[in-house]
């Protein structure tokens, strides 16, 4: 994974009004997700992590995160039918996918079903504030 060096905001007052924002995460991969956790506050945004798409619908922040970042691949219920889940009951949330096993037609499918974005890890990090910032708006 591409997370050696945290991204330091140059600008600590925009840091400050990003901690307002809630970013989910979701991922079985207890590494992955406490790696992944560790570079999005780096960037300045709260977090609130999930090891199951099952634990994060039955949380507040199922309704309450302002993005959330789900796995493709996990046990039980995907990160794939988590967003479709979400979508069938109104919840507007963004969704950005990150995978270890990449697949075009997944992807194309995610992306025209409303997905800010679809990682391949290793992702880099700039990609992935950059498809943060797009999907709360914070540009």
């Known amino acids: 994974m591409c997370f050696a060096q945290p991204y330091t905001p140059h600008n600590k007052e925009k840091a400050k009004v990003k901690r307002a924002l809630v970013v989910a ?5 207890n ?7 560790g570079l999005v506050e780096s960037f300045g945004y709260d977090v609130e992590t999930f090891d199951s798409a099952e ?3 039955g949380s507040e922040w199922s ?4 993005c959330l970042i789900t796995d493709v691949q996990m046990p039980g219920m995907s990160g794939f039918d ?3 889940h979400l979508v069938s009951a109104d919840i ?3 969704v950005i996918f990150i995978t270890a096993f990449p697949d075009s037609a997944l992807r194309d499918r995610v992306l025209k079903g409303g997905a800010v974005a679809y990682l ?3 992702f880099d990090q700039a990609v992935l504030l ?5 999907a709360v708006g914070d540009d």
Request: charged content about 40%; proline content about 6%; hydrophobic content about 40%.
């Open 25 to 29: 995460i979701v991922d079985d991969d």
């Open 31 to 37: 590494a992955v997700r406490m790696a992944t956790r």
């Open 55 to 57: 634990a994060f619908l």
């Open 63 to 66: 309704r309450k995160a302002h």
């Open 82 to 84: 988590l967003h479709k």
């Open 92 to 94: 507007d949330m963004p």
């Open 120 to 122: 391949t890890k290793p």
């Open 130 to 134: 950059d498809s943060i910032r797009r």
